[in-house]
């Protein structure tokens, strides 16, 4: 980053053109001299491209959870791990860098440079948050993610229990019964790994059969505990992923195939490996070296790896699947799946009262008692679920958007370029390859 702050500062000293007066001879004189000199100055898009990745290495060494992945030169983490620098020294890199990208970019930015340029912001601000600034919800997820969540009416989530109240009559609160219901479709532990198996391969299968993925790719599983989210892919790299299911609850026995389509195929697996190979080593753009977590790549990570699974599942594939062959092979009934896959329809018009109530509780408007109160009751979770939800939140704070308004956004961007099956699944692989961010992807209106 000093090369970039050194760069801009050069270059508004000989914009200034402070120092003794130059004659007009001795400018006629000497132009390719000047010429190479403002060259040797002024960063390029390459050159900041770099310092970015280099700038977000160093944020993560304050800021554990800021770089989810990398995969560049080892030197770099090297360098960021023996430089130490102060949040002080990387918010000044930060402002150099935007002043630098900006003037490259001028007023019409490629589609690398005004990617860049946004991911710099989100650097920026997450910089500021760790040093203390605080910004409501919906600034920092504009900020961050280059997006913002509608206001919600209540009255649209309150139908929506009506409807489930229906689905599931009794005795009791209606989280505590749909918990009793899903808990009954839990895959025994000794069950987990062939449904799992099973489910993955389902859905690599079926993401095979439109891409061509890069030769080697991989992937593991393992079983944790103890975490605030429910599964995690850490991408490795060439390729690779390993992918942490959290066991701290009961894995009801939908969840396979949403974790093997959403962490694997064609989720965040396949997106990470797509851009290693065709963003970063085809086009060369080092930026995409890493992934900052909080940044706009965000929405389109978790908005692709949430649609993925209709995607791959389209209609009603996904509950015929697990009715023929994951109930089976967990040893649950497979009269159950209609009910659940009703279920799940309707509590799937709850998903957005997630970012209401994060958005309430980290602006302040409730307590932290009455958030998990909420989840409970709008996203009809036990106690102990909503709790793990509310703790998601304080650690991730506004990035629970992307689950649920990427998902929405990358929909209709598929769904706007698509003409069938084939199609969607066309625009899909578009999206995962071309650095757009929200509101590059949002439609008209």
């Not at 965000?298 to 209709?310: D, L, M």
């Not at 307590?367 to 709790?387: C, G, N, P, Q, V």
Request: glycine share 6%; hydrophobic share 40%.
């Amino acid at each position: 980053m000093i090369r970039i702050a050194a760069a801009v500062a050069a270059s508004i000293a000989l914009a200034a053109c402070g120092g003794e007066p130059v004659s007009q001879s001795e400018k006629l004189a000497a132009p390719e001299a000047s010429a190479a000199a403002a060259s040797e100055t002024a960063p390029s898009t390459d050159s900041i491209a770099e310092d970015f990745v280099k700038l977000a290495l160093g944020v993560g060494q304050h800021d554990a959870a800021f770089v989810d992945a990398y995969h560049g030169p080892a030197e770099w983490v090297a360098a960021a791990e023996s430089e130490q620098r102060s949040l002080e020294a990387l918010e000044a890199d930060a402002h150099a860098l935007l002043t630098a990208i900006e003037s490259v970019n001028g007023d019409a930015p490629d589609i690398r440079g005004a990617m860049l340029e946004k991911l710099i912001r989100a650097a920026l601000t997450r910089i500021q948050m760790v040093r203390g600034q605080t910004f409501s919800f919906d600034e920092e997820t504009r900020l961050l993610y280059d997006a913002v969540a509608p206001e919600y009416d209540v009255a649209v989530f309150d139908a929506a229990l009506e409807n489930i109240d229906a689905l599931l009559p009794g005795e009791g609160p209606l989280n505590e019964r749909v918990d009793s219901f899903r808990n009954r479709l839990a895959i025994p532990e000794d069950k987990l790994q062939p449904v799992f198996d099973a489910a993955i391969a389902e859905c690599k299968a079926r993401t095979l059969a439109h891409y061509d993925l890069p030769e080697g790719e991989r992937f593991s599983v393992e079983y944790v505990n103890d975490k605030p989210w429910s599964g995690y892919n850490w991408y490795q790299g060439d390729y690779e992923s390993l992918i942490q299911v959290n066991t701290d609850f009961p894995i009801i026995i939908d969840r396979a195939v949403d974790l093997g389509c959403h962490e694997g195929y064609p989720g965040h697996h396949v997106w990470n490996s797509l851009l290693e190979r065709d963003v970063l080593g085809r086009e060369g753009w080092i930026e995409y070296s890493v992934y900052p977590l909080f940044s706009p790549l965000s929405v389109t990570a978790e908005g692709s790896a949430n649609y993925g699974i209709e995607l791959a599942f389209p209609g009603d594939e996904k509950i015929e699947f697990e009715r023929d062959v994951l109930f089976p092979l967990a040893g649950l009934d497979p009269e159950d799946a209609a009910k659940l896959a009703e279920l799940n329809a309707l509590q799937g018009e709850l998903s957005h009262a997630r970012n209401m109530i994060a958005r309430d509780y980290l602006d302040g408007r409730i307590d932290r008692h009455t958030a998990i109160a909420m989840m409970a009751k709008y996203r009809l979770e036990s106690e102990a679920r909503a709790e793990q939800s509310i703790r998601f939140v304080e650690t991730y704070r506004g990035y629970v958007l992307n689950y649920t308004i990427g998902r929405d956004i990358i929909a209709d961007y598929v769904e706007r370029n698509a003409g069938g099956e084939e199609g969607r699944w066309a625009a899909f692989e578009t999206l995962l390859t071309t650095p757009l961010s929200a509101s590059d992807l949002a439609g008209p209106g």
